[in-house]
């Protein structure tokens, strides 16, 4: 298992609010749509990163990671895996505290890069799946 329990509830309710989420466009039709929209019902800021840099759900995007001007607490990917891997470096450069691929984005060894680094690290899970069940 890619984060266990603890690191789930640990980046879901102690690491902070601010959720990058790599991969948010105004296409209702994709995962990271409806994801984000449940982030902020459960109180998370979101932060669109995508190249069209739109505007989701209220927030402001940004074309990537270095681009946004301020800190953010949690790097949500929902990008392909083989794209995965250079998110996580951004997420390290940007200062990030945890970064979280989402359901079917696998990369082994960019998951311990980000362990090795310090960062709480979630794979392969959806944090709009864990967060109803923090209770």
């Given at each position: 298992m890619y984060g266990d329990e603890t690191a789930v509830?640990?980046?879901?309710?102690?690491?902070?609010?601010?959720?990058?989420?790599?991969?948010?466009?105004?296409?209702?039709?994709?995962?990271?749509?409806?994801?984000?929209?449940?982030l902020q019902r459960y109180g998370k800021r979101i932060v669109p990163v995508h190249p069209k840099a739109e505007t989701v759900h209220g927030?402001?995007?940004?074309?990537?990671?270095?681009?946004?001007?301020?800190?953010?607490?949690v790097v949500d990917v929902f990008v392909n895996s083989d794209l995965a891997g250079p998110v996580v470096d951004e997420a390290l450069a940007k200062g990030?505290?945890?970064?979280?691929?989402?359901?079917?984005?696998?990369?082994?060894?960019?998951?311990?890069r980000a362990r090795a680094a310090g960062l709480e690290m979630v794979m392969d899970r959806c944090p709009a799946i864990e967060i109803p069940r923090l209770g």
């Open positions: 509830r640990r980046i879901l309710t102690e690491l902070g609010d601010t959720w990058a989420v790599v991969g948010l466009s105004s296409n209702r039709r994709r995962a990271a749509y409806g994801v984000a929209e449940v927030e402001p995007g940004y074309a990537s990671l270095a681009d946004i001007p301020f800190d953010v607490d990030a505290k945890a970064v979280w691929f989402q359901l079917g984005v696998i990369d082994e060894a960019a998951y311990d």
